[in-house]
């Protein structure tokens, strides 16, 4: 290795070293100077020192004097700290603030900029000096001259030592003050263990590919049967042509023996595929299990602890309210509490920002809360806790001024989120939940995020896509609380397998709304853009190859047009207050997704969130609904102002029913199942509420449950029948209580028709709706 | 197999032999060699240093992404990461030529910055004394030449993996936090 090169690796051996002292440097002081008891503080004050010290050593060896000197000037100051030879104050900290940071700065810069910031430089080393003076002169007053040299021998000596005591190469120490090292701990580069990781993930699609083959197997085996049986059916026709029981004596020996044959192959075949199946079924279920527990663990080795993130919070934290003029105590707890690096990794500027948001939004400058009675220093507090095994909650709350929640209505209306006559309506959590509205910032979408204030609509949506949850609580004047919930692993869910245009995507379930069959007459056009109704609303119809810029396959180009009762699939996605119906290819299915990321290459590609691999080995992009959403409401309209344009213009009557159901899972399924049908569904949680839909609005039909609280399927239809409004409503009750006595019970309190859900199928429960239907 | 019976076959094994003949360059006992992947893009030779080079992979399927620049021509996944695949010719404006893209992939790598490039054949790993190199001839302008890094032999277009690596080109909307 020539000179040139070794000076270069020990340059950037340099700047990682200085990257890590700086970073504990910054945190340290902040934490400092918080601090007030005095043990606390000297411990503090052994570390700054160190690592002034060790920066300064590591300055030398790589001839970069400037840094060397100032370091030199901060180690003085932490000195004589510690020596209680000169007193805290907040002037003293800003001043070493501002050191840590040039040395930051000018190891970052480049060669002409360092040449410029070295007058910059000595004047700071001056400053820092001038801090000193007084120090010494005072105890130049006052005690005999004799303790002086004594003193400075004393701190020599302090210093050599130190040089013994703190070899230059202090990574291992450093690192080890934090958490205590049991003694069966071994240490493995993280690559290492993320490459482990991404090969026990790739374990999923392994499970995906068995699972796969079973299904396959198992189509097989039904397929097979149904052979057999029909077999089994010529078979016993031949015989009986032949007249002989089983012998077929009639037949040409040949023939005989081939139909025989046959016969046995047929045997023989469903046995053996049977039981390959139950091998198969076997096998499916020990991959899936030691996949499952070799994940586990997999990824509880890769957990880091919450402090890795704190470590840059207490200095961000103290710059930002620096700028702001506003004085914050940070306050963290929990940071031993441990999670995934990757998530750890992306919930990190999302809290950055609701950090910011505090500082900047919440806490009030000093005087207005000295005017409001609170301590000038505002305090915003971090705590993270283990909630369950595979979830910890942080909380963030500050306590400043708290949400303006009238400041906040009108932004709404003002960025036509709501209308004023709807703000009524809200209750405090809707209000909140207006701070995630994408729709209250200014940034039209996607690509440029930086410093266009999507914050809180990205922040809920980062956690979400990390599968947490986000909650807000307020107390207007006394301050704002911000729960995140995360998943302690990187949790795979549940998405649906589409193709548009002959392209696979998938769109995780928990955003989508419903899957319906879409007729040209269903569609119609509201300022000359597609729309259809569903459940009162209008909702926008867009192709999402379009939505998505893909190849226009040209046969389907017109989907708005009137082509001969062709039907289209179309998903809807959103949330209850943003939807927009998709229209694509076909729905291929349903899976367990493990998002990754798109590769160093692609940061930020709009629409898409990441991909992820099919049991086949495909790679499959996987979309941002929330942009999606976004992209086809800026192309078309925006949804909440057709809500009520529709309600208005429109008026085709469509034939409605009410969904009793107390279980969310059947009410959807039932909702979508009717609505798929050309239903309009209304829906109730119980008899009791079903009971106050049908005082108030009229149904041509009412499904519902039996088993329920408060009012049962039974109680609802008495009282349907007692009633003379709705005496005459259809009433189908769907129930699991399968029982004479209860198909009895059903009929005499004067249900129309009793649905068993084992036996039910939707084309079952259509037929019957079908029938009862008032024309 | 007859090499007689396809021009381009025997054409590559002359070549091979050429190469294989060249092996012996004292070149190849210098500390300060090169070590250069060749392949073929748009009927030239390029040459990339090894060094940048994570692994030549075997392209089995390409995920093409809407949103993105047409040089980007998809993702791949190289065991459980996905990549993202460059096609030079594309990025470089080159002739798009008939053959269909070959299945093998060279993929560039460096702490912040990965991608694949897609090649039309790959020709093999040469060592070449640095003395072989000429820089890059100047009246090449563009794109191009700002990632030659020179020509060796005279005819292997030696392209510049750092600069590649660090093209703010080839970055697809950074992340930049909030």
């Known amino acids: 290795m020539n000179q040139s090169e070794l000076e270069k690796r020990l340059l950037e051996a340099f700047s990682e070293e200085s990257e890590e002292r700086l970073e504990n440097l910054f945190s340290k002081l ?62 003293l900290f800003d001043r070493l603030h501002d050191a840590a940071k040039m040395v ?60 013994d005591r703190f070899p230059v190469d202090q990574k291992v120490d450093q690192k080890n003050d934090n958490r205590s090292p049991g003694s069966d701990t071994v240490r493995i580069s993280s690559s290492k263990l993320d490459a482990l990781l991404l090969k026990t993930e790739e374990l999923i699609v392994l499970k995906q590919f068995t699972g796969q083959l079973l299904i396959r197997l198992k189509d097989f085996q039904e397929d097979m049967e ?89 200095r961000m934290t103290r710059e930002i309210a620096r700028d702001r003029n506003k004085s914050i105590e940070l306050r963290l ?41 609170k301590t000038r220093t505002g305090t915003i507090s971090i705590r993270v806790s283990q909630i369950e095994s595979n979830r910890v909650e942080v909380t963030i709350s500050d306590d400043g001024a708290g949400i303006n929640i009238p400041a906040l209505h009108a932004k709404a209306v003002k960025s036509g989120v709501i209308r004023e006559a709807d703000l009524g309506k809200l209750t405090e959590d809707d209000s909140l939940a ?90 119609c056009r509201l300022e000359n853009k597609p729309v259809i109704r569903i459940e009162q609303r209008a909702v926008g119809l867009v192709h999402l190859f379009e939505v998505l810029g893909q190849q226009v396959p040209p046969k389907e180009k017109k989907y708005n047009e009137q082509i001969g009762g062709e039907v289209y699939t179309a ?3 959103g949330s209850d207050e943003q939807q927009v119906a998709f229209v694509i290819d076909a729905i291929i299915g349903e899976q367990e997704v493990l998002v990754k990321s798109l590769g160093k290459q692609l940061g930020r590609v709009p629409l898409i969130a990441g991909a992820t691999v099919l049991g086949s080995g495909q790679v499959v992009p996987v979309l941002n609904v929330r942009e999606l959403i976004l992209s086809a409401a800026e192309k078309d309209f925006f949804p909440a102002v057709a809500t ?48 106050g839909l049908l005082k108030s609005g009229a149904f041509h039909a009412v499904v519902s449950d039996v088993e329920m609280p408060r009012m049962n399927g ?51 429960l259509l037929e019957v709706l079908e029938q009862l239907m008032p024309s | 197999m007859n090499p007689d019976n396809d021009p381009r076959d025997a054409r590559i094994l002359s070549e091979r032999a050429r190469q294989l003949a060249r092996e012996a360059d004292p070149g190849y006992l210098s500390d300060n060699g090169l070590e250069l992947v060749e392949f073929n893009l748009a009927e030239e030779t390029y040459g990339i240093e090894l060094k940048y080079i994570r692994e030549i992979f075997v392209l089995k399927e390409l995920t093409g992404l809407p949103g993105v620049p047409p040089f980007i021509r998809g993702i791949i996944n190289v065991r459980g990461t996905i990549v993202s695949v460059v096609d030079l010719k594309q990025f470089f404006g080159l002739a798009e030529t008939n053959a269909a893209d070959s299945k093998q992939i060279i993929i560039l790598s460096s702490q912040n910055m990965e991608f694949g490039i897609l090649t039309d054949r790959i020709i093999g790993v040469r060592k070449r004394p640095k003395s072989a190199m000429q820089p890059p001839i100047p009246t090449l302008s563009g794109i191009r030449a700002r990632h030659l890094k020179g020509i060796i032999d005279g005819r292997i277009a030696v392209l510049d993996g750092k600069k590649m690596l660090e093209d703010e080109q080839m970055q697809i909307h950074p992340e930049r936090g909030f």
């Open chain 1, 333 to 373: 707890s929990g940071d031993e509490t441990e999670i995934d690096k990757r998530i750890l990794d992306r919930i990190k500027d999302p809290m950055i920002h609701i950090i910011r948001n505090a500082i900047d939004h919440g806490i009030e400058s000093p005087d207005t809360r000295t005017l409001h009675g």
């Open chain 1, 30 to 91: 902040t934490e400092l100077e918080n601090v007030t008891r005095d043990d606390k503080r000297k411990e503090i004050l052994e570390v700054v020192f160190r690592e002034a010290h060790s920066l300064k050593g590591a300055a030398r060896s790589v001839n970069l004097p400037p840094i060397e000197s100032l370091c030199q000037s901060m180690e003085t100051v932490f000195g004589l700290l510690k020596g209680d030879e000169l007193p805290f104050s907040s002037h």
């Open chain 1, 714 to 764: 039974f109680e609802l239809t008495e009282k349907i029948r007692s009633n003379k409004a709705t005496a005459d409503t259809p009433v189908i009750l769907v129930t699991s209580l399968d029982s004479r006595e209860h198909r009895e019970r059903g009929i005499d309190v004067g249900a129309d028709a009793y649905i068993v859900k084992s036996s039910f199928d939707q084309s079952n």
């Open chain 1, 104 to 163: 930051e700065r000018y190891t970052l810069a480049n060669k002409p900029a360092r040449t410029g910031m070295l007058n910059e430089m000595t004047a700071l080393e001056k400053q820092l000096e001038a801090l000193t003076v007084p120090a010494n002169s005072e105890k130049n007053e006052a005690p005999p001259e004799v303790e002086l040299p004594a003193e400075s021998a004393v701190q020599k000596a302090a210093e050599k030592e130190s040089h």
């Open chain 1, 226 to 314: 149904t052979r057999s049986r029909e077999h089994k059916k010529y078979y016993s026709k031949l015989s009986d042509h032949t007249g002989s029981q089983g012998g077929f004596r009639n037949l040409p020996e040949g023939i005989r023996d081939y139909l025989n044959l046959v016969t046995d192959n047929q045997r023989d075949s469903v046995e053996r595929i049977k039981e390959l199946v139950k091998t198969m079924e076997q096998g499916n279920r020990t991959v899936s299990t030691m996949v499952d527990d070799l994940l586990n663990d997999m990824k509880k080795t890769t957990l880091l602890p919450f402090s890795t993130l704190f470590a840059v919070l207490p």
């Open chain 1, 571 to 573: 998903i809807i996605l």
């Open chain 1, 434 to 523: 207006l701070i995630f509205h994408s729709g209250l910032t200014t940034s039209p979408l996607i690509t440029e995020i930086s410093g266009r204030g999507l914050g809180m609509a990205i922040v809920k949506e980062t956690v979400e896509n990390l599968g947490g949850r986000l909650k807000v609580e307020n107390v207007t004047g006394r301050g704002t609380t911000l729960k995140l919930r995360l998943p302690v692993t990187q949790a795979t869910f549940r998405g649906v397998l589409v193709s548009s245009a002959g392209r696979y995507f998938i769109i995780p379930n928990a955003q989508v709304q419903h899957v319906i069959q879409v007729r040209p007459a269903d569609i």
């Open chain 1, 644 to 691: 009520d344009l529709l309600s208005k213009t429109s008026p085709v009557e469509k034939r409605s029913v009410l969904v009793v159901e107390d279980s969310f899972t059947s009410r959807t399924l039932l909702k979508n199942i009717l609505e798929a049908s050309g239903y309009q569904v209304q829906t109730a949680i119980d008899g009791e509420n079903g009971f």
